[in-house]
């Protein structure tokens, strides 16, 4: 699973991290704030979702008109057996 750090920058470094990584990076980001929003948490429900609505953001950017098609291919690619 990719480096729970990123949840612990700023929300201003976590934007500006998103548009130096790699598409895999990335969806591995947002596999992981996804996990975030399921499980119980110390309150940082609004926090969390603020990170997904910029990585959101970030993968529509990079593929437009396509919303989250690239990350849903990736996530299916990537389960495993």
């Known amino acids: 699973m990719f480096s729970r750090k ?6 201003s470094d976590f934007a500006t991290s998103l548009a ?5 990076e990335l969806y ?7 996990t975030e929003s ?8 609004d926090e969390i979702l603020a990170r997904i609505a ?19 291919d990736w996530k299916e690619r990537n389960v495993g057996p």
């Open 38 to 45: 399921e499980s119980p948490n110390d309150g940082n429900v």
């Open 54 to 72: 910029l990585t959101e953001s970030e993968i529509e950017r990079r593929h437009p008109g396509q919303l989250l098609r690239p990350y849903l």
């Open 20 to 24: 130096a990584m790699i598409d895999d």
């Open 6 to 11: 990123i949840l612990d920058a700023s929300i």
């Open 28 to 34: 591995a980001t947002m596999e992981l704030l996804e």
